[in-house]
Nanobody, 130 residues
Framework: QIQLVQSGGGLVQSGGSLRLSCTASRFPLDSYAVGWYRQAPGKSAREREWISCLSSSDGSTYYADSVKGRFFISRDNAKNTVYLQMNSLKPEDTDVYYC????????????????????WGQGTQVTVSS
């Protein structure tokens, strides 16, 4: 069964750091673009905010303006895992975070569109206290 299993997250003070992990099973994660999203309380899955993507074709990374310079996406092929390193966290970063695999039949240029992703992790809570 294809799965994306997330770990990491938790409670951190403002200015702190956390690292989220997204480990794939039953497929090689380096063959797919991987994105990270976050979802605010009370908002639906359709309203998830795209925050980052790691290309499979050339390793390019993309970030939303809200996290640029603070969050960093990377991949460890040996562990079949993608990471999201989150630094200088702010209270407004508090959300549930999701990783997702981009559908290989869509263009990588659609990385910011949630409907271009076909498998999602279970989500992990990140809480930043002020």
């Amino acid at each position: 069964q294809i799965q994306l299993v997330q770990s990491g997250g938790g409670l951190v003070q403002s200015g702190g750091s956390l690292r989220l992990s997204c480990t794939a099973s039953r497929f090689p994660l380096d063959s797919y673009a991987v994105g990270w999203y976050r979802q605010a309380p009370g908002k639906s899955a359709r309203e998830r905010e795209w925050i980052s993507c790691l290309s499979s074709s050339d390793g390019s990374t993309y970030y939303a303006d809200s996290v640029k310079g603070r969050f960093f996406i990377s991949r460890d092929n040996a562990k079949n895992t993608v990471y999201l390193q989150m630094n200088s966290l702010k209270p407004e970063d508090t959300d549930v975070y999701y990783c997702a695999r981009q559908n290989p039949y869509t263009s990588e240029s659609t990385y910011a569109k949630a409907n271009s992703y076909d498998y999602w992790g279970q989500g992990t809570q990140v809480t930043v206290s002020s």
